[in-house]
């Protein structure tokens, strides 16, 4: 007896703004027992990764493969490995997610600029096109959905841009991918990283990411060579040596390519878990669950609106997958939060930055991007918003949510 009980967490429903709760197939995957690293069977399952994610990415890049580690792992291993010192990268920041790209791309050395609108907004592409023309950067680092603020950043006229100037195009899609589009031939982005734990459906822990020739063209140029290990050809490289050995994408190609060079021990669980994500969001089919998420969304919006509460933001820009709802005046923000998680078993979302005590945030995601979910949260909220003396038109959330779930078919 170690007097430590066996994992018994509280039924949750988690309805913040990630992580949220699992398909009940990916926890599955999650308990399959491993095969060794190099096992033709474990080769197999990366080869399918790789084609699950191309698929889900809307893309040919042959280099598409998961990076261990949590969203952030791609971000890192994507900039690090395409900075050079001094290499000059814009980052046009919408929330905190953009921020972030800039501290990264500053502790790779790069010289950082940014541009910024304010938060609840997006840009516009003639204010990216304007700042690329003056920077002219090596690389552009975008956030395309940021959870912080809820706002959905359009890109789809942002690759040409960056096509004509000669510029590097990446984006972080953790927080929207599966539940908006992402078209990453289409748009011409040259690096994306996702992570698994919001639309879709997974835990965190595994970071998917896609990289077009040209882009792995720039981290060959710099392949930095393991000693002991790497073959002759591999010591042609010339620019500086990337400065991470974990996150090293011209080594992690070469793990997950046709040579299976030694690199780290695969995460296998989570690569399990990760090729589950991908099979069930291609099952249901894109298009569906992108749907499935629009409806979840508008039913939260709609609900949320018909109890008195104020959405923030540019609704025009946001993300389906996530609503910002401002505190009212005289409501103690935590504490519902607190009643919601305590009494209800419902976890809504906080708010960091310039938002700090100011709005909830409310997902409907991946797994709980569902009908029964909308309304039981919105109906508890109800029911919290009451205890703290909001009087309140009686059952209008749900009515709201369930207007738009009947006009939408077959979701
Ligand atoms: C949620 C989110 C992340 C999460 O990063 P982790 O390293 O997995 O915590 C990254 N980027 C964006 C835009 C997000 O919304």
Redesign the pocket.
């Known amino acids: 007896m170690t007097g430590f009980a066996p994992l018994t967490p509280p039924p949750r429903l988690l309805m913040g703004?990630?992580p949220i709760n699992c398909y009940p197939r990916v926890l599955s995957a999650m308990s399959t027992q491993l095969v060794g690293q190099y096992d033709p069977v474990m080769t197999g399952y990366m080869n399918e990764t790789m084609a699950l994610y191309r698929t889900l990415f809307n893309t040919k890049n042959q280099q598409t493969m998961l990076i261990d580690g949590?969203?952030?792992a791609g971000i890192e291993a994507v900039l690090v490995s395409a900075i050079e010192p001094g290499d000059k990268v814009l980052v046009p920041i919408f929330g905190r997610?953009g921020h972030l790209l800039a501290e990264i791309a500053e502790r790779a050395d790069a010289e950082v600029h940014t541009i910024e609108v304010p938060w609840g907004e997006v840009f516009k592409p003639e204010q990216i096109e304007a700042a690329i023309k003056k920077v002219q950067p090596k690389l552009l680092a975008i956030?395309q959905?940021?959870?912080s603020t809820t706002m959905f950043q359009p890109l789809e006229d942002i690759g040409a841009i960056c096509e004509a100037n000669d510029v590097l195009f990446y984006c972080?899609a953790?927080?929207s991918v599966g539940g908006n589009p992402l078209e990453v031939d289409k748009w011409k982005l040259d690096a994306v990283s996702v992570?698994l734990?919001?639309c879709l459906g997974g835990p965190?822990g595994s970071a998917p990411i896609t990289m077009s020739q040209k882009f792995v063209d720039v981290v060959r140029t710099r392949h930095h060579v393991e000693a002991g290990i790497r073959d002759a050809h591999h010591e042609s490289a010339r620019g500086p040596k990337i400065r991470s050995n974990y996150f090293d994408l011209g080594m992690i190609m070469d793990y997950w390519g046709d040579e299976r060079l030694n690199h780290h021990t695969e995460a296998a669980t989570m690569l399990y878990c990760a090729r589950e994500c991908a099979i069930l969001h291609l099952e249901e089919g894109q298009q569906n669950v992108i749907a499935r998420h629009k409806v979840a969304g508008d039913a939260m919006l709609a609900g949320v609106q018909a109890l008195g509460l104020t959405p923030f933001g540019d609704l025009a820009n946001k993300m389906s997958n996530v609503v910002g709802v401002v505190i009212p005046d005289g409501v103690h923000g935590e504490q519902v939060r607190e009643d919601l998680l305590l009494r209800f078993n419902i976890e809504i979302g906080t708010s960091f930055g310039p938002l700090k005590g100011k709005i909830w945030r409310i997902g409907t995601m991946g797994y709980n991007a569902r009908q029964d979910a909308v309304l039981h949260t919105l109906q508890s909220l109800e029911t919290v918003l009451r205890k703290q003396g909001m009087s309140l038109p009686a059952g209008a959330g749900v009515d709201a949510a369930l207007a738009v779930y009947s006009g939408a078919m077959n979701v």
């Open positions: 703004p990630g949590t969203s952030r997610f956030v959905g940021d959870t972080d953790t927080a992570g734990q919001k965190s």
